[in-house]
């Protein structure tokens, strides 16, 4: 089993930047059979993938965000980090860490979320 604990949200301005964790654990976990990402779920709306690294540090970046967002992990902590700057409104949303095995099955795990709220 594997748990993720996201950390770094909060209320931020338009306009400002933000820096999210997620501390990845569990007995026997492997950080290099994971693929990590970000998802968020605005208000009302579905969740929608935000990006992901591989254990080699390839990224994928959704295209709406590209320019604005940048994903990172430190392998030997198992922690990943999504920066996002130029937060807007729609921006606001519940942000999950997802942890996505490389091998079959590719089970995925979630963390329990951390709130971002682009308000002034």
């Known amino acids: 089993q594997v748990q993720l604990v996201e950390s770094g949200g909060g209320l931020v301005q338009p306009g400002g930047s933000l820096r999210l964790s997620c501390a990845a654990s569990?007995?026997?976990?492997?950080?290099?059979?994971?693929?990590m990402g970000w998802y968020r779920q605005p208000p009302g709306k579905q969740r929608e993938k935000v990006a992901a690294?591989?254990?080699?540090?390839?990224?994928n970046i959704a295209d709406s965000l590209k320019g604005r967002v940048t994903i990172s992990r430190d392998n030997a902590k198992n922690t990943v980090f999504l920066g996002m700057n130029g937060l807007k409104p729609e921006d606001t949303a519940v942000y999950y860490c997802?942890?996505?095995?490389?091998?079959?099955?590719?089970?995925?795990?979630w963390g329990q979320g951390t709130q971002v709220t682009v308000s002034s």
């Open positions: 569990g007995i026997g976990f492997n950080t290099y059979r994971y693929d």
């Open positions: 690294i591989t254990p080699g540090g390839y990224t």
């Open positions: 997802n942890a996505k095995g490389t091998i079959s099955p590719r089970t995925d795990y």
